[in-house]
């Protein structure tokens, strides 16, 4: 594009050692049916051939900027340098391992455009590449909690905000002027680096619009992700809870938005707490005791059962207790799904077992029908040869008919010429007389 007020929207997307599969992101990032885009990779000192594979492709699109870094910055930093870079009225942030639908871009910037909103939210699905799965994910928009609006702002939204969505920005298009008017900026922390970012700019944005259709699908379970890595800098989590926590005050919310924040950091440390192993746990799990019960919550600050049953295990389990726990809860959810798993089999097989005696009833039908449209047939044949021999009837009744008048009116001429002759004398007779 050579004016950059043309640009509709950045499309920033941070790659590090992505040679695998870069390829495949930009490919749906190249087929939006959105024209007036920019995209701008930020390679972060990949030391595979990823450099390479996009450095060619901004060869054959001029719409692809490539902006090497010369130091590792993270994904946050990453996305810093593109956000800069951007000229586009919206932008959006891709991982490097997602794949947008072609529509995307076209459909979040009419919604955009038709509101004038600040940010356009969609609905994603998860991949696995090992299982070449999709999933549907629910949970990236808690719909129950938000107000049925086309748009809103987040005062609209009484209770509960930090878990109406998930806070990263992949399914987000941003306003870019709204960014850099309010100066927010990603921090340059080695995981989680998304959280404060999006969550600030969604706290202030006044016109929030949900887009109901699923755009983009995220991809889980690479191994080589850094969000499989959590362990390696799981202090990141509680760094953005304490920026966040500092925004808040600082934008004077905290009052009408402490209860919030204090659920929300139960449920989101918690699942830190569940999802990372090693020698990273114990020394995380009191960095996340410490900061939980420096909440100062009380049970009836919790929204649900759910999440006051988190803040009691935390604050009072040490942590090889919170790892019993942990490890009882999972088991007691196997046994759950085991025995879920069974009443399904078996509802399966009922279901099996009764298509199975409706398939023979059907067939039953089946057999009885076709022996009915054979016998129909058979009465067509009928009535055809019926209505044929009846024409053929009719024709020689016609002929029958035609014959009898000939002989009718042969008879006929013939007593009238026999009578006219029988009369002769008489009529002489009568001549005479006269």
């Given amino acids: 594009m050579s004016e950059k007020e043309s640009i509709a929207v950045s499309v920033i ?13 930009l490919s749906t990032v190249l087929s939006q049916t959105l024209n007036d885009i920019e995209i701008i990779i930020v390679n972060d000192c990949s030391d595979d051939n990823t450099l390479e594979i996009v450095s060619a492709l901004a060869e054959t699109d001029s719409r692809i900027r490539v902006i090497n870094n010369t130091t590792n910055l993270g994904g946050g930093g990453s996305r810093n340098i593109g956000l800069d870079a951007a000229t586009g009225e919206y932008v959006i942030f891709l991982d490097d391992d997602d794949y947008a639908d072609n529509m995307m871009l076209e459909r979040m910037y009419a919604r955009a ?18 299982l070449q799965v999709y999933a549907p994910m629910p949970w990236s928009v808690r719909q129950e909690l ?10 609209d939204i009484p209770s509960d905000f930090f878990r109406t969505f998930v806070w990263w920005p992949w399914d987000k298009l941003l306003r870019r002027q709204f960014i850099t008017s309010h100066q927010l900026r990603f921090q340059e922390i080695r995981t989680t680096n998304d959280l404060f970012f999006v969550c600030a700019f969604m706290l202030m944005a006044n016109r929030i619009s949900v887009l109901n259709e699923t755009l983009i699908s995220h991809t889980i379970n690479r191994s080589e992700s850094l969000s499989a890595t959590r362990a390696e800098s799981h202090r990141c989590a509680v760094e953005a809870l304490v920026a966040l926590k500092a925004f808040i005050c600082q934008q004077g919310m905290m009052e009408h ?8 950091v139960v449920v989101f440390l918690e699942w830190h707490l569940n999802t990372i192993s090693g020698p990273a746990f114990h020394p995380f799990y009191q ?15 919790f929204y649900d059962e759910f999440i006051a049953a988190a803040h009691h295990r935390i604050t009072t389990l040490s942590a090889e207790e919170y790892l019993f726990s942990l490890k009882d809860r999972v088991l007691k959810e196997l046994e759950f799904f085991q025995a879920r798993s069974s009443a399904l089999q078996q509802e399966v097989e009922t279901l099996t077992h009764s298509f199975a005696g409706q398939k023979d009833e059907n067939a039953i039908l089946h057999n009885q029908l076709h022996e009915i449209e054979e016998r129909v047939t ?54 005479f007389f006269k």
């Fill in 113 to 130: 455009s038709d509101i004038q909103a600040d940010v356009v939210i969609c609905r994603s699905q998860s991949f696995d590449p090992a």
């Fill in 146 to 155: 938000l107000p049925d609006l086309k748009f809103f702002s987040s005062q």
């Fill in 287 to 301: 960095q996340v005791k410490e900061f939980v019960v420096a909440l100062d919550a009380k049970s009836d600050d």
């Fill in 13 to 25: 997307i941070p790659v590090h050692n992505a040679a695998g599969y870069i390829s495949d992101t």
């Fill in 378 to 431: 058979e009465q067509e044949q009928n009535i055809r040869q019926l209505t044929d021999k009846n024409n053929d009837m009719h024709h020689e009744m016609t002929i029958k008919q035609q014959e009898f008048n000939e002989i009718y009116q042969h008879h006929k001429n013939l007593i009238s010429s026999l009578s006219w002759k029988l009369t002769k004398p008489l009529r002489v007779v009568r001549r």
């Fill in 257 to 264: 938005r402490l209860r919030d924040y204090k659920n929300y």
